[in-house]
């Protein structure tokens, strides 16, 4: 069964505490990976796409990082307004050949001023 | 107006109460997605349209009845819903046919009592 799981589920930083976030998915066919961010009462705001294993991407204090198994979203010297829930999810090819987004739970990031 | 709209934000109804839900895109996009989001539960997906055919129905409830009447909007129809349906409503779009990401709303805050 594919399966996105990410860890921790949350995390109390201090500001300028750099640390990292990790996104686990066991699926098959792997076509891309997503972060979004989420604030309290508001949708999912999109992040990064990652397509292939080695690829990096940044945006400001954030850096999304890929292996085969696992995605990592690090964080360098967080501010308050970085607290947010931090979502992941993996497109993928199902076994019938169609595609499947799956969702991971987020991890709720705080960061303390 | 750019991006993904949703009226209202919160919705208090009870159970024998129909209403709906209206999504609006100003992306461009073909396809629209409803999904359902619980406290610690991953996104749930409901419904998917793509050029305005409904293309998954996730085994959800037949109280839930969704309509695409055109590319750019989408709605979600309420009858006779249950307190376990209360949650956060998101709808999403995005190109489809690629690896792109979905862009959400903001969501309907949905109170079943």
Redesign the interface.
Known sequence: EDQ?TQSPEALRLQEGESSSLNCSYTVSGL??L?W?RQDP??????LF?L?SAGEEKEKERLKATLTKKESFLHITAPKPEDSATY?C?V?AVTQGGSEK??????TKLTVNP | ETGVTQTPRHLVMGMTNKKSLKCEQHLGHNAMYWYKQSAKKPLELMFVYSLEERVENNSVPSRFSPECPNSSHLFLHLHTLQPEDSALYLCASRRDRDISPLHFGNGTRLTVT
């Open positions: 996105v076509r891309g997503f979004y009462g508001k949708g999912p705001e999109f796409t397509y979502l999810a497109q987004l799956v969702f991971g739970k987020g």
